[in-house]
């Protein structure tokens, strides 16, 4: 695959994230049961890999670490049930047990609710930013979908559908993205990311099929000055919200 070519974001397998989904809980009410309690009592949290260049990276919510070794660059941690408040979000390096956090920032979760943390920058300006998944039911042979910049060094972006002269989504600035909105399902669907007002694409993701009722982010990482050899030049990649609506 050529550099300038994006890489489809993995994510990790589901029983891995079945597993990690209990570490990730905090201290529950008495009475309360992990297997079966109602979705409204916690909040959903997945976690995406965007820092391009950083190694393989662990997470933690307070002291709860999740202990994974394969998280990189574009891979995603699926909806895990962590437990509403704040909670003290910890980055850590895989495999390295009871390392220093590389970064740690405090987030705030509410129960019932879909949330997006991305892992964005190198070690020494790492930052994560916090985006709510909401989004109303896609309607008919329709998707739901939303662009978000997680670039460090781009300036404000436009998101195209390769062959379409208009854009679906403009002018979203880094740690930003736009709101859900609805596409035309389709099969093989390509899409540029342009500098805001440009013509000439920075880069394009591999083909997506865009599957009826379901929700979408696209997303860019790494750098438009990074380098394909070393993994870090800019991509766009995507992943499919998990469940369709809430």
């Known amino acids: 695959m050529k550099a ?21 809980l905090g201290s529950c009410k008495k009475g309360d049961v992990m297997n079966g309690e109602p979705i409204s009592q916690f909040a959903q949290v997945e976690v995406i890999h965007a820092a391009a260049g950083a190694p393989a990276l662990d997470v933690s919510f307070d002291n709860n670490r999740l202990g994974v070794n394969t998280f990189t660059f574009t891979d995603r941690i699926d909806y895990l049930r962590v437990t509403p408040g704040n909670r003290n979000f910890k980055v850590l390096n ?78 979203i600035t880094y740690k930003t993205a736009g709101n859900f909105f609805s596409y035309p399902v389709g099969l093989n669907v390509v899409f540029e990311v342009r500098r805001a007002g440009q013509s000439t694409p920075l880069t394009l993701s591999d083909p997506v099929n865009l599957v009826n009722s379901k929700i979408y982010t696209i997303w860019n990482g790494g750098y438009i000055n990074g380098s394909g050899a070393t993994g870090t030049s800019i991509r766009v990649s995507s ?3 998990n469940p369709l609506y809430y």
Request: aromatic fraction near 8%; proline fraction near 6%; glycine fraction near 4%.
């Open 239 to 241: 992943f499919t919200h």
């Open 4 to 24: 300038i070519k994006c890489l489809k974001m993995k994510r990790l397998p589901i029983f891995m994230a079945a597993a990690l989904a209990v570490l990730a």
């Open 94 to 171: 895989a495999g390295v047990a009871g390392s220093t956090p590389v970064f740690t920032k405090d987030l705030k979760f509410e129960a019932g609710r879909h949330y997006s943390v991305f892992i964005v920058d190198t070690a020494a300006k790492m930052d994560v930013v916090l985006l709510r998944d909401s989004s109303r039911a896609a309607g008919r042979d329709s998707v739901r979908l939303r662009f978000a910049n997680m670039s460090p060094d781009a300036p404000a972006l436009d998101l195209y559908v390769k062959g379409d002269p208009t854009p679906v989504a403009t002018n």
